[in-house]
T-cell receptor, first 109, second 115 residues
Framework: QKEVEQNSGPLSVPEGAIASLNCTYS??????FFWYRQYSGKSPELIMF????GDKEDGRFTAQLNKASQYVSLLIRDSQPSDSATYLC?????????FGTGTSLTVIP | GAVVSQHPSWVICKSGTSVKIECRSL??????MFWYRQFPKQSLMLMAT?????????EQGVEKDKFLINHASLTLSTLTVTSAHPEDSSFYIC???????????FGSGTQLSVL
């Protein structure tokens, strides 16, 4: 069973705060990890990917991977109202991608 | 990132008709394409995986005779919803990955409404 678990939220943070999104996965064979952002009525957009343990930063986004604990997280610094969306965690195993159910984030102005 | 084009963006059709959705990778060769459907406020549901030149692999519960997938070239995959019914109304999204590239890129999605 290749499960990817996310807290569905909704998660609300004030503008300018740090939003923290978490994801756990069950398969230790997972090779790479992705965060997608999906606005209502739109398709997912890749915002971060990470392969190795540790942190990876890209602008206001930081992905954190801990393979021993089987979790991956996404931090959004200086959250903006435009960050309000559903964030999907995805795990790649072989030729397949497995998605979590998504966490809904609302940034309050 | 790589560009995946999906058409049409939305379609309204009568019950019993067939609808074809196209998915194209514009700047890379997609050895594998995936088709998803998504209901409002729900996550992506993988319908099938298609590899260029071979038959698609369907997920359990997805009728292969109803959802016909063709991946005839490295840049084009099509999904045909045959004899559509109102319960087929959904948001259909394709995605593609380049051979050797672990990233997955999504098309813009197709909102299908069956009357």
């Amino acid at each position: 069973q290749k499960e990817v678990e996310q807290n569905s939220g909704p998660l609300s943070v004030p503008e300018g705060a740090i939003a923290s999104l978490n994801c756990t996965y069950s398969d230790r064979g997972s090779q790479s990890f992705f965060w997608y952002r999906q606005y209502s009525g739109k398709s997912p957009e890749l915002i971060m990917f990470i392969y190795s343990n540790g942190d990876k930063e890209d602008g206001r986004f930081t992905a954190q991977l801990n393979k021993a604990s089987q979790y991956v997280s996404l931090l959004i610094r200086d959250s903006q109202p435009s960050d309000s969306a559903t964030y999907l965690c995805a795990v790649n195993i072989g030729n397949q991608f497995y998605f979590g159910t998504g966490t809904s984030l609302t940034v309050i102005p | 990132g790589a560009v995946v084009s999906q058409h049409p963006s939305w379609v309204i059709c009568k019950s019993g008709t067939s609808v074809k959705i196209e998915c194209r990778s514009l700047d890379f060769q997609a050895t594998t394409m995936f088709w998803y459907r998504q209901f409002p406020k729900q996550s992506l549901m993988l319908m099938a995986t298609s590899n260029e030149g071979s038959k698609a692999t369907y997920e359990q519960g997805v009728e292969k005779d109803k959802f016909l997938i063709n991946h005839a070239s490295l840049t084009l995959s099509t999904l045909t919803v045959t004899s559509a019914h109102p319960e087929d109304s959904s948001f259909y999204i394709c995605s593609a990955r380049e051979g050797g590239n672990e990233k997955l890129f999504f098309g813009s999605g197709t909102q299908l409404s069956v009357l």
